[in-house]
């Protein structure tokens, strides 16, 4: 377990801590005055990251340890141009029993376990059955279930935490089923069939260690056609599916992001597809504005003023409810 | 009242009919043969339209009708050239109470009074003062609140029929209240404000007598900017409207279309404005799907392929329930 | 065997002639004077199309033909408004067996046979084992295989003929062939399996029956999802087959038509994708500057000034070897 | 009055200096040997700005003074890694009677003045009563007038300096005036109105004090709607303005940036709005190009080459006549 | 002489006249109920176009004239349709003396002898010599003069008509002058140089014989880039020109269509290039305004309304001052 | 000759060394304690740069040495902050006489002459003698010629070493000759003129001193516009040059960016034009994915992952034989 984190460092000024890390950044340098080298290092956990240099005794360390590993550490924190520090007398390789996923990168703060089993909830109750069949295929693969708890939705943007996924198609379908009584040209299993399996692709574009990343296959398939890969994997397995779902299935998952220019090889051209991308857009947008806000909030800038400028969307936003005073 | 429709001709062919129509087109021509002229007309209701001819006696017609007139006609029904005409016997202006504006535009096929009254119940609910007091101020207006009660939402896309703006703002309130619930960053009546006043301005905008057209400022200025100016209007009437939600109001009318090139000088900024902006466009292109297979299916076409090109959405669309077989 | 084709009408004029034709157009009408009803038919071979009109005893052949069907038709030649139609006397359904698909759309030039034992010699020499089986694995599949050998490149553009499939694949190989060995970085198998099963997608995608079209699936999915799905369903019967290799043989697939805005949801990011989809775009172009210069020939338009306007190109060409040997 | 400003430091190395500056950064940093805090600033006036320690007695400044404050300071210039900075033993916040805010902000060279006089002369001077009465009801607005004269431009291109958006339309409505009798289809009063108005949304969007920046409803609403609603604000005091002269000069405010990403929420369609936004672009174009010959100039380039790259015109310049040699 | 026009002809209806005109279209066929061929022409003069016939004799004819031709015809004019056409009885080719261009195309309604004046003035008050020298070295040349004061400005748009270059050029150095005492950063004889040059290339690019053509050197080089060349051409024979003009001459040349998206290579990067490029663009749009209201007064529309779509700028226009008028 | 580099710092660490090198930066420093002044340089070569400094006797290299210069230096390497650096004991202007230009700035790795004699032979195997003239009338320039084996073919993209122009021509050809027999549209003597002559504005448009940058005339003209007045210039001297072929080949030179919005300003419209255009593009970008793995390769990456994000051509590229294993 791990009770010292990136953020304590200034309550621990001068003092001696043991912890763990996730190591982003790892280089073996020449002292200056020459006489040897040393290790500079850049630890990481949930709450951010600091420096630490490796004086002494670190050919162990430097032969077993590298960028991506977790460690087991001992030092001593002090302070340099103002910011924190630490100086490393130990260093080693941790184990995984060690290790908590959840202390090194950020995770979801609802819980996984009832929001797998709302997902559920939402598919026995299909009314049509080969669709849940379909969609179990999927949530009962051991593997994909669990990859599908764990996974973020993004490297950086919307819901970019462990857990992220889960709780980004969630959300989704409670607004799926929220709207869908409104448009009776859509059939809600269909839909809600979309809105579970349309980021299933996710779960082999990012990698999710002790930071995220790319794979490879994510960046020369992208999820979408990942997603469509695994559901011929899937479909594969299952006899006499109808040609007819399938296409419609694979439809909404092609056609998700809604614009050619997003990486979609198709546009939404079924009442589902189109409700579904309309739907997959706003709740990405939302979390990015909820993001922003909190990410205000946590600064301190009171919401009397627009936010930096947000990359992601062309422009700055302003948290109406905070300049309003509500808050 | 009108008891003959264009849709009717069929039945009637090579009898004599008496009915009210609207004059799309009307011009005088010279007979083939020498020996004077004729009057060419196209006549319509909100069926469709065919083509008039009236080769004696129309002196007096000529004299009063014109395009864009409603006239009560008597004639005999004929077939050239596979298509219906009339050969008219007599003509004359139509009286304004002669004359019920649905027979000849489309019109919404939901009680508009019914509509008004839960429109009215949405603001009464609201929580804040200021805002209910403003959305009233437009509502109670008398000819605003008639005006609202008639206007089409557009000249030729969805919502194209009489009624059909309070039709879509409706059904937008329904889904904005439907969804709101999942987004707390929203102010919900700032979000319904948004949602009733966003296209106020198409009252001054759009024309709408025996058929649909834009005015002179619709052209110069478009909605966008009109309803912003009414917006002003109002408050000038209101003592100490809060300046904030003034601001707040006016932006989510001007970011409304989502995107510059659309129209909007702004883009949506705040939790209010991304949501209804988000909303108005998913409805309005739900309602154009709708449409669409509406006309599919009045032409008989089976639903098992996709419809004809949509050029407002720059694809085809497939009705997935008729593809199924569901219907 | 048909003998007689639309081409040859006016060498026919005022004669009877019996022959094969697919019926483009089908309606019933009413005749003019009253007194019944005729068949008006648009009838098509691959050299043009010819207005019919049949005025008596049609019952039978108007309850088994309509658009789309091959029908064997009597009757006679006439000239109307300086354009050649048919009066059919006799209409009956035909028989597979009596119809060359070849005589009704245009089809390639070149031998299919030829071009399939050229196509199998370059897999055949491929020194990569793996991809050498994977590429049979498509074109040993009977089905495959036979609709590869027949199946157009497109409904409208560059190569819509049956055959051309095949005649823009393997000209494809040629060129890029003649090109890999001044680009050491590109593995030449990996390009080969890409240029041949870049576009086998279309086989589903279109539909080549009277004429060219495109199927639903074609529609919703479109020819490079398709391909993907094609693969993915051929690597399931192949044991250990390199994941790698399956990577880079998708992104080829996938990257093919190079930009976002033509439907590719990955660019190309591999010297083989990147290769493939310069040099398929370089075939398309060119064949396509081809058709336009045949067209003018055809026309008797004499090359020495630019061709109309090519839409698809966003220019008129010139072609510079004709208006070079006028001098 | 402030009689040393940041330009002059190098005159001063070593001596001690009173003056006012505006506070441009403040925060309160550890001495990085322990032993408590000390004030890092920066200071600026409309010459630049310099870095200010405060090490001693600075509770008071620190309880009074902030960024964006005005501030009478004393201290000692030394000179730090090659710039210079002031070393303060006395601050207090200024007096408003103190400052001169054209010693912080950079103004215009012309005089306010003057130019004001020009303008209402060409206002005076109109034959359209109406026109008259409405662009007055702006500049004999107490409150407008005096933001008129002191108003910048823009935050940060062209005309940015106090004064600069009088500078602006003063410069556009001469050329308006030089160039059009070359177009009779346009209205000179009508053009000169829209001249005078267009950017008056500017008065609101924009903030002057120590620096220039957005204010919260410029960002929401822009300087364009903004300027609309100001347009309404004053019409309905004056009684029986002719509706249709409200519709253009609306036209011309809204449609003055000329393309819709430009945030135009229309495009010019009368002859004026055209020919005022075409002349407003070319007043902008031309003062950048100004300023950035004259940055060229200060910083001793010779004009035989081009300027760095300009980003808001997405090219470099050229300054031809110093290129020529005639400078 | 011409003294019959295609506008005259419902005064001449029945009439014989003799008079000249272009052919527009030329072609044989054959006679409806066989019986030989006949000639289908269309006959074109500045005015206009009709439909005219050859039944007899038309052997010579035939054999001489084709499109493009001008030609002296004998015929009787009568009513088809509700147009006008003319039945021929004779037909020969013009001889060029016959012949005065104008009447078979629109031309300018301004004295070019007078413009060329006013042109030539410009030029002979340049404080520049280089200069000077230059724009005579084109101006003087007879070939090059001569085709200045024919040539239209445009195959279609603005400035349709012989004459129209010059009227363009005039009206644009009008301007140039009335606007550059504004910007001392530009030096006038170089603006007027680029005014006066810029579109020397649609000497070459366009042809205007009996109607407006583009030459196959305009459309594969195009007006910049054969300008380019011309310069290169008339500078070979002027020696020592300083390099550094030539340089900026060329540029302004380049870049006059101001955006590549408009086929300039090179964007306007000195004074001079900006101005000329915006002053261009603002002469080539009011002519096109002058032509839409032109068009609207010709048809008898009243300017109440907005004018048809104008597709060169994407929107309608309204004539202000009409609008203004009606009150 | 130089026999020190940049990149042999290390082994040379506390040692003299004398040298040449170019001046990339220079500039004189105040000495932080006071005591005068120094001078700071920054010295490169074609392996890369260092920082120098000079403390005394630096008076004559002062007045004589400046950017861009060649000098000769001697001092002592030393290392500061991980890098290193050298302090200047002596330092002069070299003479022409002592540089190899190749020492400075990256050369092609083949060899000049070969590469020279092998594009000539291609143009003594035309069949068409016009073109052969015109080419040689190029290579035979000795000004030109000269310049042709020594220039760039870009300043930082693809090719940017001496000798690239020609290196990437000759590559160029080859393609081009291994591909025009698959294309019998196409001329070979007219697409291998243009792919000699496509680029020949780059000796003008681009320097190559001790560093590569753009000429002025570079900048307002472009390499496009330049290679068109050089073929101007050219032709002035060939009599009798076929006219038709005149605008074939500038046709070439013109669209050979195959975009407007790449500078071209015309696009490809001959069967020439457009596979030069596409080869040309085909070649930059190989040999920009050569480049990126060259420098991931130079940097120790395994070519496992993708490459960092390649800005010119907006996405990351993959070593697919690298990633294979095959290296």
Not at 53 to 61: I, N, P, T, V
Not at 65 to 85: A, D, P
Not at 241 to 264: A, C, D, N, Q, W
């Amino acid at each position: 377990m791990k009770d010292f984190f990136v953020v304590d460092a200034a309550r621990f000024d001068g003092e001696n801590v043991t912890s763990f890390f996730a190591i982003s950044s790892f280089s073996v340098r020449e002292r200056k005055g020459g006489g040897g080298q040393y290790l500079a290092l850049v630890l990481s956990d949930k709450t951010g990251s600091m420096e630490a240099r490796m004086w002494e005794e670190f050919a162990s360390a430097m032969a077993t340890c590298g960028e991506g590993c977790f460690v087991k550490v001992q030092g001593q924190i002090s302070r340099y141009q103002n910011k924190f520090q630490i100086t490393l007398t130990r260093m080693r390789l941790a184990a995984d029993s060690e290790i908590e996923i959840a202390d090194f990168v950020p995770a979801t703060k609802y819980d996984v376990g009832e929001m797998w089993v709302e997902l559920r909830g939402y598919v026995e109750a299909f009314s049509n059955p080969d669709l849940r069949r379909l969609v179990f295929a999927f949530l009962d693969d051991e593997k994909i279930g669990a990859a599908y708890r764990e996974a973020p939705a993004a490297k950086m943007l919307h819901h970019a935490w462990i857990g992220g996924l889960l709780e980004h198609v969630v959300s989704l379908v409670r607004v799926c089923k929220a709207t869908v009584p409104f448009y009776p040209e859509v059939d809600p299993d269909l839909l809600i069939t979309g809105a579970i399996l349309h980021d299933i692709g996710k779960l082999r574009e990012l990698m999710w260690g002790s930071s995220f990343s790319y794979s490879l296959e994510g960046q020369l398939i992208g999820h979408i056609s990942i997603a469509q890969g695994m559901l011929r994997e899937k479909l594969a397995g299952l006899t006499d599916f109808p040609e007819k779902l399938r296409i419609l299935v694979e439809h909404m998952i092609l056609s998700h992001h809604g614009r050619y220019e997003f990486g979609s090889p198709k546009l939404p051209m079924t009442p589902e597809a189109l409700l579904l991308s309309a739907l997959d857009d706003l709740e990405a947008k939302m979390q990015a504005v909820r993001n922003e806000f909190a990410r205000d909030e946590a600064a301190g800038r009171s919401g009397a003023d627009v936010t930096e400028w947000v990359r992601s969307m062309e422009r700055p936003l302003l948290n109406s409810k905070a300049y309003l005073g509500q808050e």
